[in-house]
């Protein structure tokens, strides 16, 4: 079993950068497909970016493709999430997530029901 605790949310302007921290403790953190999501006010949770448990394959929707980058290191137990160039649409809580299941498909890494383990999110708002 794992706890996710995130951090580093804030307000910030349209084109700055900000860095969500993923911290997990537990055990075997280095078998775990890490995932972000994030939640606007009044929309479905939608997906961010994934990061496979080897950190070989990483992928993330077009929305985000060139902007955002996940990255882990499995000696501190962290994922990361830097966000550049940020707009306003990307407002919402960002959620850490992570799972203990098999992989037989990266694409699975898209699907909130993949994931059996959260954080409780926190919150990046972005002003125009």
């Known amino acids: 079993q794992v706890q996710l605790e995130e951090s580093g949310g804030g307000l910030v302007q349209a084109g700055d950068s900000l860095r969500l921290s993923c911290r997990a403790s537990g055990r075997a953190f280095r078998t775990y497909h890490m995932g972000w999501f994030r939640q606007a006010p009044g929309k479905e949770r939608e997906f961010v970016a994934f990061?496979?448990?080897?950190?070989?394959?990483?992928y993330s929707p077009d929305s985000v493709k060139g902007r955002f980058t996940i990255s882990r290191d499995d000696a501190e137990k962290t994922v990361v999430l830097q966000m550049n160039s940020l707009k306003p649409e990307d407002t919402a809580v960002y959620y850490c997530?992570?799972?203990?299941?098999?992989?037989?498909?990266?694409?699975?890494?898209?699907?909130?029901?993949?994931?059996?383990?959260w954080g409780q999110g926190t919150q990046v708002t972005v002003s125009s």
């Open positions: 990061i496979s448990a080897s950190g070989d394959r990483t």
């Open positions: 997530a992570a799972s203990s299941r098999p992989l037989p498909s990266t694409l699975l890494g898209y699907l909130e029901t993949y994931y059996n383990y």
